[in-house]
């Protein structure tokens, strides 16, 4: 592994490219549209020709295609960190593969690489090898998974954080609107994720759709009326009372 190239410069090249630094990994290039200095790295133009040996494509699933055909070396180990997308969109080149991690990552915000689980698959044992060798330098956690089980993991991710984020924001949102500061969630959203892990989902469950509180549903749902969190109140509230009725 002489040379690598992370193509991508946003949330996830971003994070990649800094740890990458860290543990003194061969970076030699990042191809990125954005205009950006980096110490020690060539930044290449986001549409040049890619030539290192080693090529992680950390861009959106739909740019991908358009990025193989930039790859010079059809020896190159070509992997790409997406969730959803399988490792057959990068047959065309022998060793290929995937090294997903499973986290929010977010530009600027430098995680712990021990916070930063990786799942990987490879296409063939040069390319498998090269996936343990980043793991092991970068000190991370690496699990093999293949593309099946990898979308499934992913769609998980989009419903606690993606989603799970949006209804935090939300709730922010109604409070501020009503004169009460956001800062009220921090205890609970903290102890509900704490208690999840501690007590299970089925046993930390509580509130009005559980105890099939009827009176306090209504109320709730009058005080959404007009707002789009009403439609997701009520699906919320049928999901757990369909939960707790099949026990």
């Known amino acids: 592994m002489e040379s690598i190239a992370i193509v991508g410069y946003g949330n996830v090249g971003w994070q990649l490219a800094e740890h990458f630094k860290a543990c003194s990994l061969p970076l030699k290039s990042i191809y990125t549209s954005q ?3 980096i110490k020690g790295i060539n930044v290449q133009n986001a549409h040049a020709v890619i030539t290192e040996d080693v090529v992680l ?25 997406s969730g959803s997308k399988s490792i ?73 954080n993606n989603f799970g984020n949006q209804l935090f924001h939300q709730a922010s949102k109604y409070l501020n609107q009503n004169g009460i500061e956001n800062a009220s969630l921090e205890p609970l959203i903290r102890e ?43 699906l919320f509230t049928q999901i757990i009372k369909t939960e707790f009725n099949e026990q």
Not at 199 to 226: C, F, V, W
């Open 192 to 234: 509900t994720v704490a208690k999840y892990f501690d007590l299970g989902g089925m046993k930390a469950q509580t509130g009005p759709a559980k105890r099939n509180d009827y009176s306090t549903i209504k109320k709730h749902l009058e005080q959404l009326d007009g707002s789009n969190l009403k439609d997701l109140y009520q």
């Open 57 to 81: 494509i950390c861009q959106p699933d739909e740019r991908i295609e358009s990025t193989l055909n930039r790859i010079a070396n059809t020896k190159s180990v070509v992997l790409h960190t």
């Open 35 to 37: 205009s950006v200095e």
């Open 88 to 160: 057959e969109a990068l047959k065309r080149f022998e060793n290929c593969g995937v090294l997903y991690p499973f986290q929010t990552l977010t530009k600027g915000r430098l995680l712990p690489i021990s916070q930063i689980p990786f799942y990987t698959e490879s296409g063939s044992e040069h390319a498998n090898k090269v996936l343990i060798e980043l793991a092991q330098k970068l000190g991370a956690s690496a699990h093999e998974m293949n593309s099946e089980d990898r979308r499934n993991l992913h769609l998980t991710g989009v419903l606690v």
